[in-house]
């Protein structure tokens, strides 16, 4: 079908731009609509039309009790945040390229949305989505801290890279904006030494805002900014100073300077371990028991760049064997 | 009596779980997950026949990745073995449900249950890096750890109470035992203070383990007796309690529980809301931010009682759970149900749900699984109903205390999941995302075996 009878089919939900035809819904029902007369062209959203959710760039509820917010998904997360410190809110420390997303890529891409908690555990920065199925219908999750009445539904849109379904607006979980930052610096006789002193702090509830590290000499240096509210901080403080006499870990003096390159991967600790072995001076941020995001020369998932899903199945898990 | 299954089959292995499925696929016969029967929402009821699949021969624990701080558990390990095993080699799940005794970790993981101190260690949902199944289509399934590509296949799996696939075994994430402990509780002059409490401790970025917040009749409830340790299993509980309260229950339940108005009234002259609190883990932080919280709750008006609540909770935790019969043998019916809401509603659903319940049962409520974004709230209904008419009573405040609690902002379920009693509850509260559910049902299990009629499904 040419671009032409597409763009006369979509008639005032589509924008040419440079790059191509986008489809510019600017509510679900419009979206709907759109996805109808893909479906009826035999074309494929992102392909031939990719979608804008430019229309959805609005911060439309804050709910200052539950410290949520409701957001467009076309914000982009940056701007969300600016949008944010009035109301005393922050997402959190977000890493610098997360920071250039919009909600949506944020959710639907290899981030997968996904924010430290404490105790070193993650969880979706969304409380409840409201998005649009490939067949069109909608799909909104309720807003609750937990829930068991079901699957968690909200594991079709977070990285899932917008095949399963498409984000317009998510209520997103905030912190309030830190009352105090703090940088704890420590040098330890090995990486080792110092990831398992992160990770026994991480499971004490320790919940650094990022960190950054690097071998120095003989020595792995690690600086760990802290941010929250005032006691919280010096308790997080107090947690990371416990830990690292146990592991040969004592107060260290220079500030280690920034990784030669921005690009983000999501590490597990292995991975991280690995890229300190060989030198490299890593940025780490969503510190958790998993992993962390890493800016520097470490390997994991690329999170520049949709990556194709785990092992190219239909959803991201391995088949062990077919059916009998 | 719940409906009986045609078959009930033990395997012991994954491939015994994929053979069993084989064959009722061929067969199209249905087939109800079993892990030990604590669901309260009718989840394992064999209501169209079929094989009832217990995994309770699935009862490996792998060694703990003292590293990775992980382990390896198969579906049918029982709650108690595996933190019983876990501890003994200084570690812990951190997931104590009430049925810790008679719940295993695929009916926990089918069910998204949250144990007695998720407000720090998190549901079960949380503590999980990867699962691994037999699907409806016969496939068997590992879902990856992170980092990886595409949407968490293991949280669509999750809670779906084999409708979708039998788990067979799951990695979890353990923690140390925790070094220390700090106990408290504090009396608030109204729930709506403590509530206060519970969210500003949870914004300062507290995280208690354990957080109790008791409604003025159910702090009544709870009382000033001082704690003791449970040993005796229910069948050994002493013959006052066996035989003597339910007779004396069975006397006055017709009086007090046909009047539920009346009592409901009552309990306004009651308003003292009782808060207990347990710190764990690394020993300075937990008496830290058991300070911390002293000092909040302070700010908001309590009254500290000191360790002594939160101990006596922490000692009789078990108990509470087997209460229930002494209701049942004294001619009455009592159930709860649980559910959840952002802060802006909690009060309000603890409201509406007690105004709509108010004149058909005696109804008490407690605050439990805090978040920084809301709570659970779980209430607990007692009744009595003219002779033949329980069950229409007990079906309808059901019904009444969902609806109530649905229109003022709760969700479905925090943790007991829907089974049959909620799936209508869960379809309405889905709207058109209930194509969603299907959706997954026909790619899992396109035809239609595992578990049917349970989530709406
Ligand atoms: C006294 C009492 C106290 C309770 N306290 C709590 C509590 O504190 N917290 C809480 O969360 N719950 C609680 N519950 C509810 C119940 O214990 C939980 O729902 C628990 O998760 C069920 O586990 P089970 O092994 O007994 O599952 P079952 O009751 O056997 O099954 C429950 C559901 O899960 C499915 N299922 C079971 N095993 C598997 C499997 N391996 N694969 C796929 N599906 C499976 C079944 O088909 C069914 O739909 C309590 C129940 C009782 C009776």
């Known amino acids: 079908m040419s671009s032409s009878e597409l763009r006369h089919a979509l008639g005032p939900m589509c924008v040419d731009s440079p790059d191509g035809l986008y489809a510019c819904p600017r509510s679900a029902r419009e979206l709907t609509e759109v996805l109808a007369v893909l479906r009826a062209h035999g074309v494929a959203l992102g392909r031939e039309v990719k979608l804008s959710r430019g229309a959805f760039d609005r911060l439309e509820a804050v709910e200052p009790k539950s410290c949520t917010v409701l957001a467009g998904a076309g914000l982009v997360l940056a701007d969300l945040e600016r949008l944010l410190h009035p109301h005393a809110f922050t997402l959190g420390t977000l890493s610098p390229h997360a920071l250039t997303l919009t909600v949506a890529e944020f959710l639907e891409g290899p981030y997968a949305g996904l924010k430290p908690v404490p105790v070193g555990r993650l969880e979706p920065i969304s409380i409840s989505l409201e998005a649009v199925l490939a067949d069109g219908r909608q799909l909104k999750t309720h807003f609750s801290p937990r829930s068991a009445a079901g699957p968690d539904l909200s594991a079709l849109v977070l990285g899932a890279h917008g095949r399963i379904a498409v984000v317009l607006k998510a209520r997103l979980r905030c912190l309030p904006l830190p009352e105090a930052r703090q940088v704890v610096r420590l040098s330890f006789p090995s990486v080792e030494a110092a990831l398992d002193g992160v990770r026994a702090a991480l499971a004490d509830g320790c919940c650094p805002a990022r960190a950054r590290a690097q071998k120095v000499q003989q020595r792995t240096v690690l600086e760990v900014e802290l941010a929250g509210a005032l006691d919280g901080v010096a308790r997080d403080a107090q947690s990371l100073q416990h830990r690292a006499p146990t592991l040969g870990g004592r107060p260290a003096g220079e500030a280690l300077h920034p990784p030669a390159t921005p690009h983000e991967h999501e590490c597990s600790w292995p991975a991280v371990a690995r890229a300190l072995d060989h030198g490299e001076v890593l940025d780490l941020y969503r510190l958790s028991l998993h992993g962390a995001i890493v800016a520097g020369g470490a390997g994991g998932l690329g999170l520049d760049a949709p990556a194709r899903w785990a092992h190219g199945a239909g959803l991201a898990a391995t088949v062990l064997g077919g059916p009998l | ?457």
Not at chain 2, 389 to 414: C, D, F, K, M, P
Request: charged share 20%.
């Open chain 2, 1 to 457: 009596m719940p409906p009986p299954p045609d078959l009930v089959v033990w395997p012991s292995t994954e491939e015994e779980v994929q053979a069993v499925i084989a064959v009722a696929r061929r067969r199209k016969l249905p087939v109800i997950p079993y892990g030990a029967g604590s669901g309260v929402c009718g989840g394992t009821w064999a209501t169209h026949g079929g094989v009832a699949l217990d995994l309770k021969r699935l009862d490996r624990i792998g060694p703990v990745d003292a590293t990775a701080r992980t382990v390896d558990a198969e579906a049918g390990v029982m709650g108690e073995t595996l933190e019983r095993r876990l501890a003994s080699e200084g570690w812990q799940l951190g997931h104590t449900p009430s049925s810790i005794y008679m719940s295993t970790v695929g009916g926990w993981l089918a069910a998204r249950s949250a144990g007695q101190l998720s407000s720090r260690w998190g549901k079960i949902e949380d503590m999980v890096l990867s699962v691994r199944a037999v699907l409806g289509t016969g496939e068997r399934l590992e879902t990856p750890e992170r980092p990886f590509s595409g949407p968490d296949v293991a949280q669509l799996l999750i809670g779906s109470e084999g409708t979708l696939c039998a788990f067979t075994r799951a990695r979890l994430r353990v923690f140390p035992l925790p070094e220390g402990r700090a106990f408290h509780g504090y009396d608030f002059k109204t729930v709506a203070d403590g509530l206060e409490a519970i969210r500003v401790m949870f914004r300062a970025g507290l995280r208690p383990s354990v957080v109790r917040l008791y409604d003025p009749f159910d702090t009544a409830i709870v009382g000033d007796k001082p704690p003791h340790v449970s040993t005796t299993s229910p069948s050994q509980a002493p013959a006052l309690s066996r035989e003597l309260l339910p007779a004396l229950f069975r006397v006055l339940a017709p009086q007090t529980l046909g009047r539920p108005g009346l009592m409901n009234r009552a309990t306004h002259l009651l308003r003292k809301s009782r808060l207990v609190l347990v710190f764990e883990g690394e020993a300075a932080r937990a008496a830290d931010e058991d300070a911390a919280a002293r000092t909040l709750c302070q700010r908001l008006g309590a009254v500290s009682l000191g360790p002594q609540p939160a101990e006596k909770w922490l000692a009789s935790r078990y108990d509470v759970s087997y209460r229930m019969s002494k209701v049942f043998e004294g001619g009455a019916f009592a159930d709860t149900f649980e559910v959840a809401a952002p802060w802006e509603r909690v009060y309000e659903v603890y409201q509406k749900v007690r105004e709509a319940v108010a004149a058909h049962a005696f109804v008490l409520c407690h605050f439990s699984h805090a978040y920084l974004e809301g709570c659970s709230l779980y209430f607990s209904f007692v009744g009595a109903a003219p002779l033949g008419q329980e069950r229409e009573r007990y079906e309808s405040i059901w019904r009444i205390a969902l609806s109530a609690a649905q229109s003022a902002g709760a969700n479905v379920s925090h943790h007991h999941g829907v089974g049959l009693l909620k799936a209508r509850a869960l379809q309405e509260s889905l709207g058109e995302g209930r194509h969603a559910l299907k959706m997954l049902k026909d790619f899992f299990d396109p035809d239609g075996i595992m578990n049917p009629g349970k989530l709406g499904l």
